[in-house]
T-cell receptor, first 114, second 110 residues
Framework: GAGVSQSPSNKVTEKGKDVELRCDPISGHTALYWYRQSLGQGLEFLIYFQGNSAPDKSGLPSDRFSAERTGGSVSTLTIQRTQQEDSAVYLC????????????FGPGTRLTVT | KQEVTQIPAALSVPEGENLVLNCSFT??????LQWFRQDPGKGLTSLLLIQSSQREQTSGRLNASLDKSSGRSTLYIAASQPGDSATYLCAVNGDYKLSFGAGTTVTVRA
């Protein structure tokens, strides 16, 4: 079946602009995660959604970052007033409690802030 | 906070040699541990998932062990091939979010 998809695959934006990154999880997966992979920080957790519960936003680096998940499926990560340090690959993953919590990752969105 | 360390950072071996990749973590209260493969410019491919109650997991030429009490996992790749060249990441799940090591970059020389 279809895996996790993300769009766009690449995004170049000017400093100060807002960007939206999209994630479409595997159908039926109730949990959705966002991670960020950057040269200096490695792979780090950003935010977690589980069903209709309040999301765990503990990994978001600043209040410029926000995310929502509509209808328990597609998620959008929004970065406002982008800074050069936001340049990274943003990875989305999903999982199902029926699959022992194994997380499946999308191909990522490479964000470059100029 | 969970700290995950992978040793070595890089490894170069001739084709056919067995690979041993190490992962250590500081908090033994884990739910599961995943090994991933990442090719340059690509996302993460899950290789093996070991539940906290398991000691090892096998898939083809790959075998991963878990010693939760000592905070260690090892990934073994038998009879390496050039196609195994990639970065291998260990990730520990303490609740639901993954804590990642920095990875081991493997080069298998033909």
């Amino acid at each position: 079946g279809a895996g996790v998809s993300q769009s766009p695959s690449n995004k170049v934006t000017e400093k100060g602009k807002d960007v939206e990154l999209r994630c479409d999880p595997i159908s039926g997966h109730t949990a959705l995660y966002w991670y960020r992979q950057s040269l200096g920080q490695g792979l780090e957790f950003l935010i977690y959604f589980q069903g209709n519960s309040a999301p765990d936003k503990s990994g978001l680096p600043s209040d410029r970052f926000s995310a929502e998940r509509t209808g328990g499926s597609v998620s959008t990560l929004t970065i406002q007033r982008t800074q050069q340090e936001d340049s990274a690959v943003y990875l989305c993953a999903s999982s199902s409690p029926l699959a022992s919590g194994e997380q499946y990752f999308g191909p990522g969105t490479r964000l470059t802030v100029t | 906070k969970q700290e995950v360390t992978q040793i070595p950072a890089a490894l170069s071996v001739p084709e056919g040699e067995n690979l041993v990749l190490n992962c250590s973590f500081t908090d033994s209260a884990i739910y599961n541990l995943q090994w991933f493969r990442q090719d340059p410019g690509k996302g993460l491919t899950s290789l093996l998932l070991i539940q906290s109650s398991q000691r090892e997991q096998t898939s083809g030429r790959l075998n991963a062990s878990l010693d939760k009490s000592s905070g260690r996992s090892t990934l073994y790749i038998a009879a390496s091939q050039p196609g195994d060249s990639a970065t291998y990441l260990c990730a520990v799940n303490g609740d639901y979010k993954l804590s990642f090591g920095a990875g081991t970059t493997v080069t298998v020389r033909a």
